[in-house]
Structure formats: C-alpha cells, structure tokens
C-alpha cells in the first residue's frame, strides 16, 4: 500500500492547491466508523477534507445495504452528480461500503451510472490508494469487491466528526446469518481487533479528551472468540473500564442469544458503563424468530430483561424490531406489540422487513401485503409514543448525567443523551457542547425529557 500511497501523493502534490475530497456515510456506526478511517487515509496522501460537495475533487458515498431504501437513495444521490461530473469531468466519484460489495449493484453501476470512477467493498480500503492512483493515471473505472482478508490498518487515524465522542470498532463482520440480513455477505466473517489495539485507541482518545466511546461490532458479545487468546466480550470492557479518566462507556449491539448474566453484572459492576443496552429483539414470535435465524425465544430474551432490572430498577433498554418479515401473521405481531408492553423500552427502532438479494427470507413467498404492514408499524410506533410517555415520566424530578453535543433549533436550548440513551433538552450556552452535565429532569415528553442544568 505505502508505495501506492507515495505515487498519489506525488501526483496531487503537483496540483496548484490541495486536492479536497468530500465523504459521507450513510448506514450504522460502524460505516460511520469506516469513513472516519478512508477520510484518515485520503488524508495521508494528499487531500484536505471538505463539507461542500461542490468543490469537491473526489466524492466518496460509503453506502448502507441493509434495507432497499438505503439503496434506493445512493442511487438517486449518484445520479445527480452527473451533472457535476459533465460541468467538471476531473472529478472523481466513488462508492464505497456494503452495498458497492454486492456484485449485482457493481454491475448496475457500471451500466447506468458512467459518472461513477472507483468502486470498492468492505474488504478493500487498505487498496484505496492503488485504486485511486488506477484513475489518476489511467482514467478508467476502478472496481475491487474481492475478499481481501485484511481489514483497514491499524496505522491509519481516523479523521473523526466529533472531539467528544467516538466510535471504536472491536470487531468486523458477522457469523449469524440472521434469514432477513444481508451483513454476512458484505462484511464476511467475524474479526476481533486485539485487546492491545482497542485500549490503545480507547486511551489515546479519551487522553485528548474525548467523553464517551462506543464499542462497535455486529454481534460485540461474541467478541473475541477468534483471537489467537481468546477474550471475552466482559473482560475486554472490564480493561476499557479501568483506563483512567472522565468518559462513559456504551457498546453496540449485542446480540440476545449471546447475552448472559455476567455480561449484566459487568455493566452493573463497572462505573464507566452506561445502564443501558440496546438489545435487538427484532420479534416477539418464536415462530418468527425462528424462521428469522435469530437463535433465542421470547422467553430467553425476557430472562435477560428481568435479570437487568433485578439489579438495577430501572435498567434502559433500548432495541430494533422488523416489522412484517415474510408471512408475519395478526397473532405473531400482537407477540411482538405484548413484550413491548412488558419490557418498557426508552427507544425503539422499527422497520418495516425489506428482501435483500442473496439472504434466506428473500425466497419466501410472502402473503402479507404492504398496506397490512404499514398499519402494522403504525400501531407500533402509536404503542411506543404511549410507553414512553408514561415510562419517561419515572425521570421527572431526578437528575441525569447529560452528554450535551449541539444547540437545538431553539437559540438557547441545548440537547444532549443521558446515559440512558435518551434526549434531554435544557438552558445553557454553547459552551455546554461536549460536555457532561447533571441536569434535573423537570419534565418527560414522549420523544425527550427537558430539564435544568445544576452544574
Ligand atoms: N429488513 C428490515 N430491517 C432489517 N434490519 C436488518 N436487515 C433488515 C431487513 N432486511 C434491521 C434489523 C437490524 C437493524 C440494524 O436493521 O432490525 O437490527
Ligand atoms: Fe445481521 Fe443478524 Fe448479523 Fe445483526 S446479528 S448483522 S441482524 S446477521
């Protein structure tokens, strides 16, 4: 790599300014997590960064494929810059990420969107630089969607969005084949970063400052089987626990059939760890979670819940559930409505089942029409709005430690997250931003609390 890296930056050395390149992920934090790090390397050779599209020398869409829609919309995007590219044909576009590993849309790219240059997966960002120095100098369409079987170096830092708070990766891929998920083709199997490597970037962060870290991984709670010293998921955050310093800890997202009582006890054990998780149901039915491959029952999933506010009263949970996965019935559905009734989730986040390409559940035949589906999720989202209006109100009175992160629409009014993952909203000046406040909660919404900052 660093030879191709040394010829890119001699090729845009000889340009008047500094190239720019504009990156912008769409997706989860961990593809969130991957552009910090193509930004970290586009640095390294050569580019500066910039937010304004326009003045662009290189776009770089780092795709989600989770659900059609992410698709639908890069796109859209990408047909757009078409004309950008006819105004100014030394722009290079690229498209990177989960959907760009999936050869179909390759070639779909290739046949319909000509304005696009480089195209590379999930396996090839360390062959960025040999990628982009093939349409410097050759001026034809790179493609690299092989599984390389390394993951980005551990030598590139990232260019991060925010001082304050960070993502960190402690594993790649994912080995569970979930029917609906498209993520075990796009991002392969399951890599863990060494320990070494984690709490070096863990405290090389939180020593500049940085107030809460988020561990990421497809399945964290599987972390480190793979590992030439095996380390489990709990030992791994009982060493981030004890780095020195001011920060909080959260990780995402653990998987339910992985979840174990000592996993809970670490969380209550250690102070730095939020008492919150965000735990992926995805169904209330064991029929459906069945056929969706997830490995656990409705019952064990409650287990786990009941464990937690055993310990902790209040333990928040936050999670993901899919609505109308193939042949989803009434009765599956109300199952699903019941354990969000008796869990009390803070935060949900819903979708409505979307057939990927290549995955198990795409060749169901499905009975279930669209419009069922779409009361389904309205009725849902109408359960939570009431679950949290009425649960929310158990903060009203208490004080809450708040990250605060930017000024509302509101001149004046800040928002921020709890630890408990929840949006909290109060006074302050801008010199809040980026950091931890204990605010006494003075009234509960049912999307926000709002309070008043004591110090
Ligand atoms: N359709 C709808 N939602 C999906 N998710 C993953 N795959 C699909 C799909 N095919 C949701 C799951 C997962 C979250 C990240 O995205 O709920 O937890
Ligand atoms: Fe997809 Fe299941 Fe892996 Fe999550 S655990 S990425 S839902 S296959």
Redesign the pocket.
């Known amino acids: 790599m660093a030879d191709f890296k040394d010829r890119v930056r001699k090729i845009l050395s000889k340009k008047e300014t500094p190239p720019l390149c504009f990156l912008h992920s769409f997706g989860c934090q961990q593809n969130v997590s991957d552009g910090e790090k193509i930004l970290g390397l586009l640095c390294e050779i050569g580019y500066g960064v910039t937010n304004d599209i326009s003045s662009a020398d290189l776009i770089i869409y780092n795709t989600c494929a989770?659900r059609e829609n992410a698709e639908l919309k890069i796109y859209g995007l990408v047909g757009n810059l078409k004309h950008l590219k006819e105004q100014n044909p030394d722009v290079i576009i690229g498209i990177c990420g989960c959907m760009a590993q999936q050869e179909h849309v390759v070639e779909k790219i290739k046949k319909t969107y000509k304005q696009v240059d480089l195209i590379f997966g999930t396996f090839a960002l360390n062959e960025l630089p040999r990628l982009l120095y093939e349409v410097l100098t050759e001026r034809k369409t790179a493609v690299d969607i092989t599984e390389h079987n390394s993951d980005i170096s551990e030598e590139i830092k990232a260019v991060r969005s925010s001082g304050f708070k960070a993502g960190v990766p402690i594993m790649y891929g994912?080995?569970?084949?979930?029917s609906?998920?498209?993520?075990?083709y796009v991002?392969g199997r399951e890599r863990s970063r060494t320990p070494e490597a984690i709490l070096k970037e863990v405290k090389e962060l939180t020593d500049s400052g940085c107030k809460e870290i988020m561990l990421l991984g497809?399945?964290v709670n599987s972390y480190g089987k793979t590992l030439e010293d095996p380390v489990s998921f709990s030992e791994l955050l009982r060493m981030i626990n004890d780095i020195d310093g001011d920060f909080k800890i959260r990780f995402m997202?653990p998987?339910p059939k992985d979840a174990t009582n000592e996993l809970i006890d670490t969380i209550i054990d250690c102070d730095k760890i939020c008492k919150h998780m965000h735990l992926?149901l995805?169904s209330g039915s064991n029929r459906i979670l069945e056929a969706m491959n997830?490995r656990y029952t409705a019952e064990k999933y409650m287990e786990i819940v009941n464990y937690a506010r055993s310990r902790v009263h209040d333990f928040s949970f936050s999670t993901d559930i899919i609505v109308g996965f193939p042949n989803e019935t009434e009765e599956d559905f109300r199952e699903t409505l019941k354990i969000m009734r008796e869990v009390k989730y803070d935060n949900i986040f819903s979708f409505i089942y979307s057939k990927r390409t290549g995955t198990k559940a795409a060749l169901i035949e499905d009975k279930t029409t669209d419009e069922e589906k779409g009361r389904r999720m309205r009725e849902l989202l109408e359960l939570q709005r009431e679950i949290s209006s009425e649960f929310f109100k158990r903060f009203e009175g208490r004080t809450l430690d708040v990250l605060f992160e930017s000024e509302t629409k509101n001149k004046g009014v800040f928002t921020g997250k709890s630890d408990e993952f929840i949006i909290v909203e109060a006074k302050a000046d801008s010199s809040v931003i980026g950091r931890r406040k204990k605010v006494k909660i003075t009234k509960a919404f049912n999307w926000a609390l709002q309070g008043e900052i004591i110090n």
Request: with cysteine.
């Open positions: 989770v994912c080995n569970n084949f979930c609906y998920c498209i993520v075990p991002r497809q399945n997202s998987h992926p995805q997830r």
